[in-house]
């Protein structure tokens, strides 16, 4: 069982320095539209691996060169760095804390800015990530900023999930979809259910176990 704390979209005022070592968690997922300042605060008071993928809110993350200090001499933060310490999941497969996640930022375009894209280029995104999730076993989460099409979305523009999200859920079939983008307001959320797959919505945290669905030991063997 896998201990997850997963945050997104509001910093959470309860989640103070002595509840988060309270929680212990075993990972950190972060689903998008958190400060990186805030991304750092929660990773430095957990002795736990984080992954995140970027909101439509978050700055442009540019392509890491080697291990590129991410602060400068004068300790100033480089331009288009993502949280340090956090490995970013979007359109990748990351193995962490004994679970396979399964990442894709961002949300549907409705305005200029970063991690914005078109359904059909959302299309294109979701086929790069079920190439490269075939590369290992069985996917635990799937991490997203915004809800699949008609699971959770809104009907205004800015809230309109993603069509390809259907897809990958049928393809990875993961135990967790797992996101953020659609603030509740103090309404309830429920869960949605897709076949294996429970959906959902995390803001502002949540804390899971989670089972892998490969042990350590079965994924040695292969």
Known sequence: ????????DEEASNLGVRTLRDLAPDLVLAAGDLPWSYLEYVGSCVSAPMVFVPGNHDPEILRRRG???PFTEDGERREGLGPHGATNADQQVIAAAGLRIAGLGGCVRYRPGPH????????????RLLRRAKRGGPVDVLLTHAPPFGLGDADDRPHVGIEALHAVIERLQPSWHLHGHVHPYGQPMPDRQVGATTIRNVIPWQVLDITPRTS???AARR
């Open 67 to 69: 291990r590129r200090d």
């Open 116 to 127: 914005q894209y078109t359904q059909a280029q959302y299309a294109a995104r979701a086929r």
């Open 1 to 8: 069982m896998v201990r997850v704390l997963v945050v997104s």
């Open 216 to 218: 350590p030991v079965a």
